[in-house]
């Protein structure tokens, strides 16, 4: 049975891996700020199904553990969290846009400059954290017991 650390360095490698590929067309600086927070991200997310359900027992794996809850997690994030990660990209570049447009003296560029990476930090911990998740039931997959589809019924 894959331990915590596993889960935490698989979550946070797998999450920076995919997180490259998701944020491709993002400006440089954006793609960097997305890479590393999905990092973090998917280090929570690796650890996430056994702060839900903690292995007091050998069959602990349940609803959090289940090939549903991964397969939605997956689901989330590679539809870009729903329509607010669309939207929220859409809102980073205007704020580039509209910093790139000011003057390089012009105070209110950091505060544009950081609105924008903010963005980037928070869609790259939700699409870590997703990946990560998907990354623990996948390892746990692989275990003699494995996870149950949905839920595992208890009597």
Known sequence: MPGCRTHQLVGATTAGAFALKASADLPEAG???YCLAALMGGYAG???PDVLEPAVHSHHRNVFHSLSAGGGMVGGALTGLGGAGT???AQAARLRLTRLSLPETDPRRT???IQ???IYVLLGLAFGFAVGYAS???ADTMTPR???LA???LV
């Open 111 to 113: 505060q544009l400059a």
């Open 136 to 138: 623990h039931v996948v």
């Open 46 to 48: 690796g650890m996430a």
């Open 146 to 148: 494995g996870v149950p």
């Open 87 to 89: 939207a929220l990209r």
């Open 31 to 33: 793609q960097l700020v």
């Open 116 to 118: 924008e990476h903010l």
């Open 151 to 153: 839920c595992r019924v």
